[in-house]
Structures are given as C-alpha cells and as structure tokens.
C-alpha cells in the first residue's frame, strides 16, 4: 500500500490516460462524419455521379426511340468544328465581362451606404436586393417591355432628347449588351451585400487615423477600403465568374424563340438546352456541357493562382 494514495491513484490514472483520451477523440470523429454525411451523400448523388454519367454520355449518341451507342471521340470533334459553339462561347465571354461589371459598381456603392450618420441603409439595401430574389421570368419580361421598340418606356425616354425610336433586343448589335445590363442590374444587390458586410469587418480605427492625417474619401477608398476588401472581392468575383459563364434562363426569356437575334445572343448553355431537348442530339450536348465544366475550372484556377498578387490578407 502506498504511503501517498492520491499520489498513486494520479499515477494510475496517468497511465489509463492514453487510451480514455483516445475514445472520445474517435467518437467526436464519428460525431463529424454523421454530420458530414448528407451533404457528402447529396454531393455524391446530385453532382458526382452525374458529372461521372455525362462524361460517359459524351462519347455516344443517341437513338430517337433511346438508346446509345458508343461513338468515341465523335461529340467532341463536333463541338470543336461547330461555328455555332464558338459563336455561343465568344457570347458567354462577353456575358461573363459585362457580369463583372457589377463588382465594382457594387463595391462603391457599399462604401457609400457605409457613411456615418447615414439614415436608411437597411431600406436601401433591401431596394438593391430586390431584383437578385425577384424570378428572372418576372425580370426578364418587365424588361422586355422596357426595351419594347414600339412602346418600351426606354424609347419613350430617349424620344424625349430626340433619340430614335430602337429594337434593342432584337438588333444583334445591341442584344447581347442589352441583356448584360439587366444581368448587371439583378445582380449588383447581392455583390452590395456582401461587400457590405465586409467593409463593416474593416476597424474604423484605420479610417479615423486617415483622417486626422488629412487624407480625403477618395484617398482612403483607394488606400484602405479596397485592399482590405480584396478577400471579398476575390470570393466575389470567382461567385461571379461562374454564375455568368452558366447563364441562360434570363437569356431564354428575353430572346424567346423567335427573335431574329437568338443566334447572336446564344450561350453556351442555351445551345446546349438546344442540343439536348430540341434536337436530340444528347452525346454533342453532353460533350459541350463537359468542356464548359474544364473552361470553369481552368478559368477559375486563373484566378486562384493569380490572387496572390493582388489579394491581401491582413
């Protein structure tokens, strides 16, 4: 018998430590994975597999009553020499530049409504968030009829300053800009919202230092909000980047079916619905859909690597 008791019990526990410190690390790592597991189950269902199917689809074709057959490297050799492909990509581009037009917009518009003593930033935030929630249906007909070449309201506006009357979604060179201003203008609340949210996170302690040192808005926009921004608005723009290289829905709407302009406003996207559910040409769709995935991630490890340079964390 030990002459310290406490002492030897320490000693006993000391050694069981190991093992008892052990089994409830396992068990907390059990706890993570149950967590974990539906959305680890959703991804695998809703986004790996078919990623996996149409990679396989994309080297067959399909037969009018179903079925496929596999063709190889066929679908993508159409791909590649289809004018129209490149054509939809050159106005997925231009989609994708005008889509991040509303980055910048938004980011001095956050630091507008960031003033102190400013009155009414909760109604003004909510007013520029409207149209990111609002259905692009319902966005993409209130602007068809603002655009309307006979009664739009932006004619009857422009006639005011003696402007001719214009068919701007109908017009090929004026239908891709068009609709790239109403993605910038849906949009730009949500950008607003985040980057809000980030110049909240910025110690006003940096903006009163500049301040007594007589530096004006301008200067410490530029010299303190925007750097200390960057984190935000590189998430924004790989956020943004990716949604306008995917956009279609507000495009389909706008264009319909029979505007003479449809074919010089097409993504990629939409020529892949075309593909797909209008002219049962799946394997070519599935390719198409393939490679606009590569152009993503290409593009956005472009941005990823190129963050270094410009992105400060602080």
């Not at 002459?3 to 526990?13: E, G, H, I, M």
């Not at 518009?109 to 259905?135: D, E, I, K, Q």
């Not at 109403?182 to 910025?202: D, E, H, Q, R």
């Amino acid at each position: 018998m030990s002459v310290f008791p406490a002492t030897a019990a320490a000693k006993s526990a000391g050694r069981g430590s190991p093992t008892s410190a052990a089994r409830p690390a396992a068990r907390g790592r059990r706890s993570a994975y149950w967590f974990i597991a539906p959305l680890g189950l959703g991804f695998a269902v809703f986004y790996f597999w078919p990623m996996i199917q149409t990679f396989y689809f994309s080297f067959t074709t399909f037969g009018p009553f179903g079925g496929h057959t596999w063709t190889g490297t066929d679908n993508y050799a159409r791909v590649l020499r289809d004018v129209t492909v490149w054509q939809a990509l050159g106005n997925t581009l231009v989609y994708c530049g005008i889509g991040l037009l509303a980055l910048p917009l938004a980011v001095v518009v956050a630091a507008l409504l960031n003033r102190r003593g400013l009155r009414g930033v909760a109604v003004y935030r909510a007013l520029y968030f409207v149209p990111f929630v609002t259905l692009p249906v319902a966005v993409g007909l209130v602007w068809n009829w603002l655009y309307n070449g006979d009664f739009g309201l932006l004619n009857e506006i422009l006639g005011w300053f003696g402007v001719d009357r214009h068919y701007w979604v109908s017009d090929p060179s004026t239908a891709v800009l068009a609709i790239g201003a109403v993605m910038v203008w849906s949009t730009t609340g949500y950008y607003l919202v985040i980057f809000m949210a980030g110049v909240k996170s910025i110690p006003q302690d940096y903006y009163e230092a500049a301040e007594l040192d007589g530096a004006g808005p301008l200067r410490r926009f530029f010299t303190i909000t925007l750097p200390l921004l960057s984190p935000t608005l590189f998430f924004a723009s790989v956020i943004c980047m990716i949604q306008s290289l995917q956009t279609f829905d507000l495009i389909y709407i706008m264009m319909g079916e029979k505007n003479p302009a449809v074919g010089d406003t097409q993504s990629v996207v939409g020529l892949f619905y075309k593909w797909a559910f209008i002219e049962n040409a799946q394997g070519a769709a599935a390719a198409l859909a393939f490679l606009l995935m590569l152009l993503i991630a290409g593009l956005t490890y472009v941005q990823f690597r190129l963050q270094r340079k410009w992105v400060h964390y602080g």
